[in-house]
T-cell receptor, first 110, second 114 residues
Framework: GQQVMQIPQYQHVQEGEDFTTYCNSS?????IQWYKQRPGGHPVFLIQ?????EVKKQKRLTFQFGEAKKNSSLHITATQTTDVGTYFC??????????FGSGTKLNVKP | DGGITQSPKYLFRKEGQNVTLSCEQN?????MYWYRQDPGQGLRLIYY???????QKGDIAEGYSVSREKKESFPLTVTSAQKNPTAFYLC?????????????FGPGTRLTVT
């Protein structure tokens, strides 16, 4: 079956440092979505990318969708303590079954 | 207030008992999903439903059952056949089941079975 892997599994950064998480799918995705889950909370939708090579920005967050539509990345510039949480990528397979990545847990030290 | 609700927030059961987790949405969404999350892990799909009276198994459906008799409700039963039921259970919904739309999550139910 389809697999969606993320690296790294954990990342500890000093406040102000940049952070990147990478998402890789074993199959082509029609779209990729990113979610953030705060400690003790539930996942919250951040953004969706649809086109090959697409890049979207949300303030300090930059999202990219790979040319082959099998990988994606999320980059946070100048992290803040409010960025703490686990970031998940997710996407559907050809049968509309949804797969979430393994997640990257970000810890930001003030 | 529109949204998706799950109850209860915490649930404790003895081993060997079936337990049903509630999930309700008033977003008029066609699709609903159940995920399981273990500590420090990602989300694994248990069951999903793209339309009323229809549902499909996810990757870890064994030991679970669902029903979708109403558009707004998608209850999950954790049966005694589930070998390791203690986990955080998340319900979600989306406008359609095509995977083209974002998913909205409920607050989750933490189930502990002893």
């Amino acid at each position: 079956g389809q697999q969606v892997m993320q690296i790294p599994q954990y990342q500890h950064v000093q406040e102000g440092e940049d952070f990147t998480t990478y998402c890789n799918s074993s199959t082509t995705l029609s779209n990729i979505q990113w979610y953030k889950q705060r400690p003790g909370g539930h996942p919250v939708f951040l953004i969706q990318l649809v086109k090959s090579g697409e890049v979207k920005k949300q303030k300090r967050l930059t999202f990219q969708f790979g040319e082959a539509k099998k990988n994606s990345s999320l980059h946070i510039t100048a992290t803040q303590t409010t960025d703490v949480g686990t970031y998940f990528c997710a996407g559907p397979d050809n049968f509309n079954k949804f797969y979430f990545g393994s997640g990257t847990k970000l810890n930001v030290k003030p | 207030d529109g949204g998706i609700t799950q109850s209860p927030k915490y649930l404790f059961r003895k081993e060997g008992q079936n337990v049903t987790l509630s999930c309700e949405q008033n977003l008029n969404h066609d699709a609903m999903y159940w995920y399981r999350q273990d500590p420090g892990q990602g989300l694994r799909l248990i069951y999903y439903s793209q339309i009323v009276n229809d549902f499909q198994k996810g990757d870890i459906a064994e030991g679970y059952s669902v029903s979708r008799e109403k558009k707004e409700s998608f209850p999950l039963t954790v049966t005694s056949a589930q070998k390791n039921p203690t986990a955080f259970y998340l319900c979600a919904s989306s406008i359609s089941g095509t995977g083209a739309n974002e998913q909205y999550f409920g607050p989750g139910t933490r189930l502990t079975v002893t």
